[in-house]
């Protein structure tokens, strides 16, 4: 247990290395945000003609067609989503395994590396689209449920399902990168190089979440603080003042954990396929503060 979080403390210094060496890489996913954002104003568009939202919102039963095509469209809705977002990770993962390989990656070498995939990218979209289709529909019958029991067990049972999933497709953007398989292989590859990081994939990405959370945590707490000041200033002008701020540090936040999570997933492959992290150790964590 010793070694497995020692292993995960060097993958997370290696991760904060590349990305310190390399802070273009937060441009994939402020891409990525920038993109779903597009893509949620542009479904909610035939989510209101349809007349869905409205009946909704009233509290009655949608008709049949109604609901067909509220099927339909939050399936091409996942299933977009999850081509930017995989389409940014790949971008991500690929322009930091040039970084871990000894190169000097740029934003255009990570867009050559996803789009080059772009296919697969797709399959593997409309997989995990499907997926989570069906465990979110698993989790909403679970809660929707009268039984007390039948919906704590159902909702148990999905976020099992969701945390197994996750955790067997961690590597899978990785493998689409380097190994240049296809999405039902990668997410073979994936789970078997799960058998020998499920400790490191783990303990990195839960104390990452917890870390992120917690400077979420107190931004929130300073800048709402900082907000309610102004706003005895400087009146409404204050708190505008500080609810612009509150957006811009929790999503330049947000955008560091991002960038971070996906550098991560790269390490760990580097870390299932080499077996070693001694080639972080000596050539990003101690180059980590030079200046570039």
């Known amino acids: 247990m010793f070694k497995t979080f020692s292993r995960s403390w060097q993958l997370f210094k290696a991760s904060l290395a590349v990305l310190r060496q390399d802070k273009e890489l937060m441009i994939f996913p402020l891409i990525s945000a920038a993109g779903l954002i597009v893509v949620t104003i542009l479904f909610l568009i035939p989510l209101g003609a349809s007349g869905l939202l409205t009946t909704i919102s009233s ?16 399936f091409l809705f996942y299933w977009i989503t999850y081509i930017v977002i995989i389409f940014s990770q790949t971008a991500l993962v690929g322009a930091t395994m040039i970084r871990l390989n000894g190169g000097d990656p740029t934003v255009r070498d990570g867009f050559k590396i996803a789009s080059e995939r772009l296919g697969k990218i797709v399959g593997y979209a409309s997989i995990a689209a499907t997926v989570g289709m069906i465990l979110n529909a698993i989790q909403n019958s679970a809660r929707s449920s009268d039984n007390l029991v039948v919906s704590i067990v159902g909702q148990l049972f999905a976020g099992a399902l969701n945390m197994a999933w996750n955790l067997i497709t961690f590597l899978v953007v990785p493998v689409l990168v380097v190994e240049n398989v296809g999405p039902i292989e990668a997410i073979k590859r994936s789970g078997a190089y799960l058998k020998k990081t499920w400790g490191e994939n783990l303990i990195g990405t839960g104390g990452m979440g917890l870390i992120s959370g917690l400077f979420m945590f107190l ?30 540090v929790l999503g330049t936040i947000g955008l560091f954990f991002s960038a971070l999570g996906g550098i991560f997933q790269a390490a760990l492959y580097k870390y299932a396929t080499e077996g070693t992290t001694e080639m972080f150790e000596r050539e990003l964590i101690a180059g980590a503060f030079v200046t570039k």
């Open 219 to 248: 931004a929130f707490l300073v800048i709402g603080a900082l907000t309610m000041l102004l706003g005895n200033i400087m009146g409404g002008v204050g708190v505008i003042i500080g609810l612009v701020l509150m957006f811009g």
């Open 59 to 74: 509290g009655a039963e949608p008709t049949t067609a109604q609901t067909i095509l509220g099927l339909v469209i939050t």
